[in-house]
């Protein structure tokens, strides 16, 4: 029998995007599955729309925005099923997206997580941002993926179209044991949203598994709909990188990797405030106070097995920042020979 696969949307006031692209997922050929859709307390019409047009699909209803994190935490403990796949509510997938990367994962038990190729909906020929073609980290930890770099996103032309492990799995579309979810309690409710699940990830190599892009599987993701950019979306990718960082590096890397990326973040406010961009130079001010917040104020849980970064898969040795700021290499390939 084919394992058994919850298909767990997180919607919070995304009823344009539920009615564009939940019938894609209903249309999903996987036999086993089920699909349910968690609220995050939307004040739209998500749930009466849902409730007329797809009385089969299942809802889970919170009475507060808990965020990404929280959101899934609360929702998936609801949940039964051998694998859970997080989906956001604003991506189109094809018809056979979850059998290959099911496939791959009962073929190699070591895969606790894994994700599809993601393109960019508006151009579908074009990685998309949020996880692209597999998540990778530099020796800072600056996160980027086959197929995107900082903000530059490549055409796809099959370049990396290979089944390999990374570091991190997209949160857009995540493919997750339930077992090893519960196992490490699933996601830091602290981060809310972003990066969250480039820590779980993390905390997943850290306990002894690994995580995979299975590009065979295609998804096509609109980016940026329940987050917009601005000071909100920029405090938390600086402050939860900083925490991520804290948390997951071993001891010796803390003491001269954290000081070079406080530093950097520096040079990044400092270049945001002589370009008048007074909302991003605040917004990493406050996401350091935010780090220093966390560090002194709350309860941590640290991963006990310090494995050094280096150690991991998928992980780029060199600086990002060098390689893409003074080199001027902006695409994977020329960056991770």
């Known amino acids: 029998m084919l394992p058994s696969v919850a298909i767990v949307i997180l919607n919070y006031n995304g009823l344009n995007f539920l009615q564009q692209f939940l019938p894609s997922v209903i249309a999903s050929t996987y036999v086993n599955k089920k699909i349910i859709v968690a609220d995050n ?3 739209d019409e998500s749930i009466f729309w849902l409730k007329e047009n797809y009385p089969t699909v299942q809802l889970l209803l919170s009475k507060e925005n ?34 290959p990367i099911i496939a791959l994962m009962e073929n190699d038990k070591s895969i606790a ?9 508006k ?10 073609a597999g998540g990778y980290l530099d020796c800072l930890g600056y996160p980027f993926a086959r197929g995107r770099v900082f903000d530059i996103c490549e055409t796809d032309t ?37 990066m969250e699940e480039i820590d779980l990830c993390w905390r997943i190599q850290l306990a002894g598994y690994s995580i995979a892009v299975q590009p065979t599987s295609v998804v096509y993701h609109v980016g940026g709909g329940t987050l917009p950019k601005g000071y909100r979306k920029t405090l938390l990718n600086f402050r939860n990188n900083g925490i991520m960082l804290c948390k ?9 990797k954290l000081p070079i990326r406080c530093l950097l973040d520096f040079v990044a406010a400092c270049k945001a405030l002589l370009s008048a961009d007074v909302s991003t130079c605040k917004a990493i001010f406050m996401a350091h106070i935010a ?10 849980n640290y ?20 390689q893409f700021f003074i080199r001027k290499n902006n695409t994977f390939s020329s960056i991770v020979k």
């Open 41 to 43: 307390a939307s004040t």
């Open 66 to 99: 808990k965020g990404y994190a929280g959101g899934y935490n609360w929702a998936l403990k609801n949940i039964e099923a051998d694998y859970f796949v997080l989906l956001n509510s604003d991506i189109e997938v094809t018809p056979q997206w979850i059998e």
């Open 113 to 121: 997580a894994c994700q599809p190729k993601i393109l960019s909906w």
């Open 123 to 132: 151009n579908k020929t074009q990685f998309e941002y949020a996880g692209a």
């Open 158 to 194: 099959a370049q990396y179209n290979t089944t390999q492990k990374i570091f991190w799995a997209s949160g857009a579309a995540m493919f997750i044991r339930s077992n090893v979810f519960h196992q490490l309690n699933g996601f830091d409710e602290y981060f809310f949203a972003h």
């Open 248 to 256: 997951n590096l071993s001891f010796t890397e803390k003491m001269y």
């Open 291 to 300: 780090i220093l917040q966390w560090k002194f104020f709350t309860k941590k």
């Open 303 to 322: 991963p006990s097995n310090k494995k050094k970064l280096h150690q991991l898969q998928g992980v780029y040795n060199g600086s990002l920042v060098w």
